[in-house]
């Protein structure tokens, strides 16, 4: 505190020094001895205004080359204007804005779950992962195959054809239409069912349509690599668990995102609360220029006091400037996590918070915190499910090592005659029918593809299971964290409460002092700035505090319970029809 006296006294003097505040004048004598003079000095007549003018405008004594840093003899008369104090008025004026708008926290919250542009972001996370399952169910989806075919042929026959038939040329003519439906099922089984119908013409049959086909249907099982539910539909399950996971996420980063906003708005009240205190300080300072002014109007006071007590209030009114734009700042802040639109009112008035913190005198445990953060976490249930995919992917893997060992079979009924007809019934009464079973094999020499994803599938499983140890350490260590912080800011308010007690009680006594005339305007603005201190740490203490139970909610999973807000997933959109997405030549978007 000595050393900001010497500060505030050293500024003092080169501010009087710069400004030119000092005038040439009869020096006072500065001290006295206890030896007595040898006779009563005669009554110094007084000084005439003429010789007041002249000493008022005699220039300031020129500073020596040698000492050209001496500081302003004591002596010389100070000027009681050499601190001007309206341009300040006229910047603290200019800064106030006439137009303001309330915002209650509430009204924060739910314009930040409405707008935040985080949150809307990973939101869409949780959409593509519902698009992911639809395209993973699409492997399972019937392909519709078809295709028609018409030929035309005329060769020249061969001499042996000739020579028995007579017959010069051939010509034959030939239509073919197949439709059929292959698919997969979901324990690997292929199928594929088809409908073959064709006609002919040609020379040998004299022209005459002749119509063949017939129904074909065709499996085959997978019996090692390939086989089973748990194979096949692990993209779809993966998919599933993704979807999970990006929820998760944007329950975190819906709490992450609200978390900010809160703290942003406590920032706000405590940048407000600071403004209160440097103008309560500012006007503390003008209380004492008035007093001081008073008492040298009535001759019991010093111009030094006056000085002292403009200078003081010059640094409050500087003080009173960066608390506004300090508030600037941190509204600033607030819009932009709100994601404000121009015209909107927030953006255009200045936003005035309404709620203050309350004080909270809730135990903390910090075992039981740390449990309900153990369960409650969404990471930690993300962690798990990279788990169950990493083991979805070793099941998989694990698979490919098989060799393959299909089994299939194949049938087919149709006929041959005259009429399309025919064809038909002769579907229906096996006119012609075959049957076909298969069984194929392969087995890849080394597998070294399949060994190797295997393997890195089974590190994969390690990896995982020690990224949910660490999720589990790095929540517990936030709790702790947040526990530690609110036990800290709470001995804090007590402590910095009592302090700015007692500092208003020192700065109540040192303004008596200086009426009394024991004191200076020094010392008592030395007092106003130790009130100030303390009252500008109680503010910080109280809005750290509020800070810090958020982030404690935060690091439990449970800001949104006690928010009163319920976590509802967003909707999937729905997917582009069946239809429209075959349709060609048409806009998708």
Not at 66 to 93: G, N, S, T, V, W
Not at 174 to 203: C, F, P
Not at 325 to 341: E, G
Not at 465 to 489: F, G, H, P
């Amino acid at each position: 505190m000595n050393s900001l006296r010497l500060v505030f006294a050293g500024t003092l003097l080169l501010v009087l020094a710069a400004a030119g505040v000092v005038h040439a004048a009869e020096a006072p004598p500065l001290a006295q001895t206890d030896t007595p003079s040898p006779s009563p000095e005669p009554e110094r007549p007084a000084e005439t205004p003429a010789v007041a003018e002249d000493a008022a405008e005699a220039p300031a004594p020129a500073v020596s080359e040698a000492e050209p840093y001496a500081a302003p003899r004591f002596q010389e008369k100070i000027d009681l204007d050499a601190i001007q104090l309206e341009p300040f008025y006229e910047k603290l004026a200019a800064k106030a804005a006439p137009e303001q708008t309330p915002l209650t926290l509430e009204e924060c919250i739910r314009r930040a779950l409405k707008s935040n542009l985080d949150i809307q972001i990973v939101s869409f996370g949780a959409l593509k992962s519902s698009a992911d399952i639809l395209a993973a169910k699409g492997e399972f989806d019937p392909i519709g195959t078809g295709n028609l075919t018409y030929t035309e042929t005329e060769q020249q026959a061969s001499s042996q054809i000739f020579a028995y038939g007579g017959v010069s040329s051939i010509e034959d003519y030939r239509a073919r239409g197949q439709a059929g439906i292959q698919g997969k099922l979901h324990w690997g089984t292929q199928y594929d069912v088809s409908m073959l119908v064709e006609w002919e013409e040609n020379t040998f049959n004299y022209f005459i349509k002749e119509w063949s086909g017939g129904l074909s249907l065709s499996l085959t099982q997978p019996l090692l690599r390939g086989r089973g539910k748990a194979v096949n539909l692990a993209r779809v399950r993966i998919a599933r668990n993704s979807e999970e996971a990006a929820e998760h996420q944007l329950r975190i980063q819906t709490m992450s995102s609200l978390a900010e906003v809160i703290k942003a708005y406590w920032d706000l009240v405590g940048a407000v609360e600071q403004l209160k205190v440097r103008q309560s300080s500012m006007t503390n300072a003008e209380r004492l220029l008035t007093l001081n002014e008073k008492r040298l109007e009535i001759g019991t006071g010093a111009a030094i006091d006056v000085v002292q007590a403009r200078a003081g209030l010059a640094a409050r009114q500087s003080d009173v400037i960066s608390a506004m734009s300090t508030i600037a700042d941190a509204t600033t802040r607030l819009r932009n996590l709100l994601n404000v639109d121009p015209g909107d009112p927030l953006q255009e008035k200045r936003i005035v918070p309404v709620d203050r913190p309350r004080p909270d005198d809730s135990e903390v445990r910090l075992d039981e915190s740390i449990a309900r953060a153990l369960e409650l976490r969404p990471e930690i249930q993300a962690a798990a499910l990279a788990i169950e995919n990493a083991r979805i992917n070793t099941t998989v893997a694990k698979n490919n090592l098989l060799p393959q060992l299909d089994v299939g079979g194949s049938v087919f009924q149709g006929a041959r005659g005259p009429e399309k007809y025919d064809v038909f019934e002769g579907v229906r009464d096996r006119d012609d029918n075959s049957m076909s079973v298969t069984v194929q094999g392969s087995v890849p020499i080394g597998n070294r593809t399949a060994r190797g994803q295997y393997q890195r599938s089974r590190i994969e499983i390690s990896e995982a299971e020690r990224q949910l140890e660490k999720v589990r350490q790095d929540i517990m260590l936030t709790v702790r964290m947040a526990y530690t912080a609110i036990e800290t800011n709470r001995t804090l308010v007590e402590s910095s409460t009592q302090s700015r007690k007692l500092q208003e009680v020192n700065v109540a006594a040192e303004e008596k002092l200086l009426e009394l005339g024991l004191a200076s305007s020094y010392q008592v603005l030395d007092m106003q700035d130790d009130l100030t201190a303390a009252q500008s740490q109680e503010v910080q203490a109280t809005i750290a505090l509020e800070k810090a139970f958020v982030d404690l909610r935060l690091a439990e999973g449970s800001l949104l319970d006690m928010l009163g807000i319920e976590f509802v997933p967003p909707l999937p959109e729905p997917p582009i029809g069946f239809v429209r997405s075959v349709v060609p030549f048409v806009n998708k978007d």
